[in-house]
């Protein structure tokens, strides 16, 4: 079972993240319809992980996570795009769905907001062509949009890996994705250090000897093992020790 963090529209405007889970293999980037209304509400993915693997964080923080009952989907933002618009979110310290909006015309909006089964995706597809990393960096400089950084809302959520943060302020100080990855790591096993042992610095520390997917690789292994969340971090620092061994000896 899927679990999936989607922006949702509500008259052409992209609203505050929810979450949703689905059996469907739907892919980041894509346009879903959720049962926010009975006629299913669109939503744009930007972000997915295992449902079975973050059940304790759901029910201790009383997450809301809602059934997807279709299994509609529309191709339009690649990953990539997202994790861009993600680093472009931290760097001008506006939420995701602020930096959607000001990157996707009012035209398409439109089109998204009225998403049904059977809608021509004609006028999307050639939308979708256009954007790339250059075409969001001139939209977004482009744009002026002091009010948006004033409405920022606290349980915006930028990855899931640590999924269900969404309580948790980001800090304006995450510009890399190892940046992002401590404080994905840090949020999920519930650190709350600001110096010293556990603390943003002290993770830094060791991430930066490490590749980023052997670290997301040694997170999975310790989260797979469904122990409390406690004992993964152990098992989770265990693993790392493990590896800065290894490698040294190499």
Sequence with gaps: MKLIK?????????????FFF??????VGSIILTPLTKTGRPALIIAIDDLDKNKSFVRRNKIKVTKI??????????????KFIKLVSEKKKLPVNNILQIIISTKILKELSGLKQKS??????EFVSEVDNDYIKRKILST????????????????????????????SSI???KHYLVDEIRNYFGEKNKSGVGSFSFYLG??????EKKIYQLWSEAKQT??????QQKIFWWKIGQYLKENKKG
């Design 6 to 18: 989607a922006i949702p529209l509500y008259r052409n405007k992209f609203r505050e993240p929810a």
């Design 144 to 171: 002026n949009k002091p009010e948006a950084e004033n409405n920022r809302k606290n349980t915006d959520i930028e990855t899931i890996g640590s999924i269900l943060n969404s309580a948790r302020k980001k800090k």
């Design 226 to 231: 469904k122990k409390p969340v406690k004992d």
């Design 69 to 82: 009952n279709s299994d509609f989907e529309a191709k339009f933002f690649g990953p990539e795009t997202i």
């Design 22 to 27: 689905s059996p469907c293999d739907f892919s």
């Design 206 to 211: 060791f991430f930066k000897k490490i590749p």
């Design 120 to 125: 021509d995706l004609k006028n999307i597809n």
């Design 175 to 177: 510009h890399s994705e």
